[in-house]
């Protein structure tokens, strides 16, 4: 293939060294589009137009190994293109981001070459971050906010899925067997965004009365408020037993002549509410914890005492 001498000067931006067109091999790969892909996802329009820029300069691998072993192109140029007479799933004009790659022409490559010309190495999938996830259907960012439509599923005649937008990194692009898009690829990542409000979580579940799809953050979110319930809940009933004891501690104190078991009874299906207000109504007027010293009664005694004893 005849490069143009900006695509060579494209390429060499990327060298440490000036490399000839006789030292380079350069090949179109179709990076992704806006389809609705396997994992019922797509790119808008406006995210493939965001991330041809992001996308020069970005190596490509085998698989998304983090292996520089495994490195074997780079990007040097990227381009959109609109296929005509094509619609997506939902009915929208196809459009491709495409990039132009390069190699070295070395003993190395010459097998890879060789699978990329006859057709076996063709397809790619790109590893890049998003802002956002929207559901189709309620138009919700599944990122922020709780969204009880199941991608995959039909809603009133409707498919959900999730538009990607508002891309704000991209790595690279790996040949891959199976690619997440039929005509090209993608892994995607997100952007960590502020966490869900929960109550807006719980409302969505309570309204649905269907199975609810939630995001990983929304999930852990909700794992981590039942493990912290459960953990108040276990000081919860340690609080109400030590309150249950107490409460007859002090009935036994103001009812002397009743057999406590009796009060071990009682307590044991009161509410905390209804422990604390005993509780409260127990010690008005008595001494810390209702006991009477040894020592107030002498001392009543000796007040009292006339001393007539010692009287002749």
Partial sequence: MQLKTTDIEKINAYSR?????????????????????????????????????????????????????DQKARIFDTYIVKEEGKKTADGEDFYVLKARAYMLKSKENKALIDEIEAGIKKEVSVSCSMGKSVCSVCKKDKRKQSCPHKSGKMYDGELAFSVLEEPFDAYEFSFVAVPAQREAGVTKSFKKEKEPDMQEIIKTIKACDGEVTLSKSQSEQITALIDKLTEEAELGERYKKELSKEVAKLLAIKLPDVDSELFNSIVSVMTVKELIGFKDGLKKGMKPEGLTPQLAQAEKEIKTNDYSQFRI
């Fill in 17 to 69: 060294k000036k490399l000839s067109e006789d030292e380079v091999y350069i090949f179109t790969v179709s990076l992704c589009n806006n389809d609705i892909d396997r994992d019922y996802e797509k790119f808008s329009v406006a995210s493939l137009k965001a991330l041809a820029p992001m996308f020069i300069g970005k190596t490509g691998i085998f698989d998304h190994s983090m292996k520089s072993a």
